[in-house]
């Protein structure tokens, strides 16, 4: 059922493009691209490695093992017709129903057969210990290893070395699993691939930050965290390239991505997974676009492809959700420098230390820079305890703020 | 100029028509029916006892939780900016503005003219707000217009830990079995609003002067917890459930 539907997904958009075109998107690309993995992870045809976030993918990618992102794989379960099942079947398991929405359909559908089997688990002990659970919980129902990543909180040189030399017993422990070597050609190869990736991302993000952008609230959604599950390989570059060039074109158009822009917005953790309104209403009613998503950001230096483990470890430690929130904040209230934004949206997502664990921090933080945050209350990814009339009021309540304020920058 | 303001709430619906600074009529009706139909109705009633004819309605702005669905509203605005806009011009020292309606409850922060500058909501559920204590009247059976008052007369506040509707009218009725006085759990329930709302004003910063919106303002014992709780006076208009359509109203009016 699930493979038939990356098929479709797959042949439908391949056919739209055939019959025009014009129609091509580097949006479209991403789709066509994630379609094409989701149908390798669920053809049984490739090793499989289920991975969770802060995990270098692309060195996985170097050995020819196929990444499993678990939150990935969750919101797309979520696109299916199936998906509010899975969600009932993680609750009469006893996952009770305020935990994190992406868990409770990972069990959902591992507990339905719903999700591949793979040769061996990887979770790091960060960003989320729900998630670290999650993943112990499927290791049990797949009876597969579950390889623990210990990411320290924060940068110093010994913590460095302490994590490339475990991300070496990482690669080791998927070789043995698998059964694929490692080899040095091919993982300097996928470091070279990943610097390229990161230099075109950072272009992108440069050009993001125009006024008015070229992106609107939908181009780079999710962006920072699909892009990368193709780390380290030549389609992460044609993807990245795809979205430099559409919005290089639109520069020179004179084109901003939300036509006459007049609010700029933060988008904080993650998207509301499942199909809504909001963004559209915000690009439609208010002129508003989300300009930069939190974690559509670059956080790292380009890796050495002569001695790749220190400048991973140095990437997974680097990243805003990695550590103390005081830390993420500083990366926020950056971000919210250089795009110049008139307001922050925070879901807050249910359940989640990185959603409502650290919203008063952030909103005194941007309270002082004079950006206002708003809170809502979703859980991101179970769409029935979407209300949406609720979140329009508020959504309005805060545009119709902004507009009544001078700007901040 | 004349103009209208309607407030599609998730109970009851408010129409208020303006001249200027006159208010010429009020309507209230329960929401009930289809939205759009039940806007008429009140609108026709508004303009009936305005005297007036409904082409002389230079502009009508809708809000509440139904304003998108008014089709002869010419602009819809958040409850929040409606609120706000009421209570500014009823109370021009008014900086906290608390609105506690059927199904929501907001504080909303503004400054001198009037502008909000910041706004909390109730999150997720219905505790807090207005169907929470219809609920719980039913479930002392005592009539809801009764309960504010009867709060106030209490011996020993009973402490209502739930912080669920459903689970708290359970909790409620466990206490009348077990024979506490009417009162002391009507106090205790008060209380328990005015907690959530009381975090709701701290998470935005009080500022005097505070006024209460809403039908809930018209509960005294409800007032009075908040009072209480926040230490200051809270100021209440004489018609509390028709702010958001003044505030409509005169949205309507300063529009260009």
Redesign the interface.
């Known amino acids: 059922m699930i493979l038939q539907h990356f098929e479709n997904q797959e042949s439908g958009i391949m056919n739209a493009i055939r019959e025009n075109p014009e129609s091509a998107s580097p949006r479209k690309k991403l789709a066509l691209e994630t379609a094409r993995l989701g149908k390798r992870l669920y053809s049984n045809t490739d090793d499989l490695v289920w991975a969770g976030p802060l995990i270098p993918f692309d060195l996985l990618n170097a050995m020819d093992v196929t990444p499993a992102f678990a939150e990935f794989i969750a919101s797309i379960l979520v696109s299916t017709d199936a998906g509010p099942l899975f969600f009932e079947n993680a609750e009469q398991a006893g996952y009770a129903s305020d935990t994190c929405g992406y868990h409770r359909m990972l069990m959902g559908s591992a507990l339905k057969g719903m999700i591949p089997t793979p040769k061996l688990l990887i979770s790091a002990m960060s960003p989320c210990t729900g998630g670290l659970a999650a993943m112990e919980n499927l290791a049990r129902v797949f009876k597969k290893d579950l390889f623990i990543l210990h990411i320290p909180q924060k940068e110093s040189d010994h913590g460095v070395r302490i994590l490339a030399d475990h991300i070496r017993d990482m690669a080791e422990s998927v070789s043995s699993h698998t059964g694929k070597v490692l080899d040095n050609d091919r993982l300097r190869k996928a470091m070279e691939n990943t610097n390229k990736t990161r230099e075109i991302l950072s272009d992108i993000y440069t050009l993001a930050q125009q006024v008015p952008s070229p992106v609107n609230g939908r181009d780079l959604s999710n962006f920072g965290i699909v892009l990368p599950l193709f780390f380290g390989t030549e389609v992460g570059i044609e993807i990245a390239q795809a979205f430099y060039d559409e919005l290089k074109s639109r520069i020179k158009a004179n084109r901003s991505g939300v036509p006459g822009e007049r609010i700029r917005l933060m988008w904080l953790q993650n998207r509301i997974q499942f199909k809504n309104n909001l963004v559209k209403m915000l690009e439609k009613e208010f002129n508003a676009s989300i300009v930069v998503d939190e974690l559509n950001v670059i956080t790292w230096d380009p890796i050495d492809p002569e001695d790749p483990y220190i400048g991973l470890a140095r990437r997974s430690i680097s990243s805003p959700l990695n550590g103390t929130v005081e830390r993420r904040v500083k990366q926020i209230v950056k971000l919210a420098e250089a795009y110049k934004i008139d307001g922050a949206i925070n879901p807050c997502h249910w359940g989640c230390r990185q959603g409502t664990g650290a919203r008063g921090l952030i909103d005194s933080r941007m309270k002082e820079i004079g950006v206002?945050v708003l809170n809502l209350?979703v859980d991101c990814v179970d769409p029935r305890n979407f209300a949406e009339?609720?979140l329009i009021?508020?959504i309005?309540?805060f545009m119709?703020?902004i507009e009544?304020?001078p700007s901040p920058w | 100029m004349i103009t209208a303001g309607i407030d599609l709430g998730s109970l009851s619906t408010k129409v208020l028509i303006l001249e200027d600074d006159n208010i010429l009529s009020t309507s209230i009706l329960t929401t009930g029916e289809e939205g759009a139909l039940v806007a008429k109705k009140a609108m026709d009633d508004a303009i009936k006892k305005a005297n007036i004819s409904f082409e002389e309605l230079k502009n009508i702005v809708s809000t509440g939780?139904g304003r998108r669905l008014v089709p002869f509203a010419k602009q819809s605005?958040?409850?929040?900016?409606c609120h706000a806009k009421g209570s500014h011009w009823l109370f021009p020292k008014a900086r906290t503005v608390i609105d506690v309606g059927a199904e929501?409850s907001k504080v909303i922060r503004i400054n001198e003219n009037g502008?909000?500058?910041?706004?909390a909501?109730n999150?997720?559920c219905a505790a807090g707000t207005g169907v929470f204590l219809d609920t719980m009247a039913k479930a002392l059976e005592v009539p809801l217009e009764e309960i504010g008052q009867l709060s106030l007369e209490y011996k020993e506040k009973v402490q209502i830990s739930s912080m669920c509707a459903v689970f708290a009218e359970s909790e409620v009725v466990s206490h009348v079995h077990k024979g506490i006085p009417r009162n002391d759990i009507l106090a205790g329930i008060h209380e328990s609003i005015a907690d959530r709302i009381f975090g709701m004003v701290n998470r935005i910063g009080m500022q005097n002067d505070v006024v209460m919106t809403g039908g809930v303002a018209k509960n005294i014992g409800m007032v009075r917890a908040l009072e209480e709780k926040l230490g200051t006076k809270i100021y209440i208009p004489e018609y509390p459930q028709m702010i958001g359509a003044l505030g409509a109203a005169l949205i309507a009016r300063n529009s260009k």
């Open positions: 206002p209350e009339g609720q009021t508020r309005e309540a119709e703020m009544s304020r | 939780y605005k958040s409850e929040m900016l929501s502008v909000v500058e910041d706004f909501g999150d997720k």
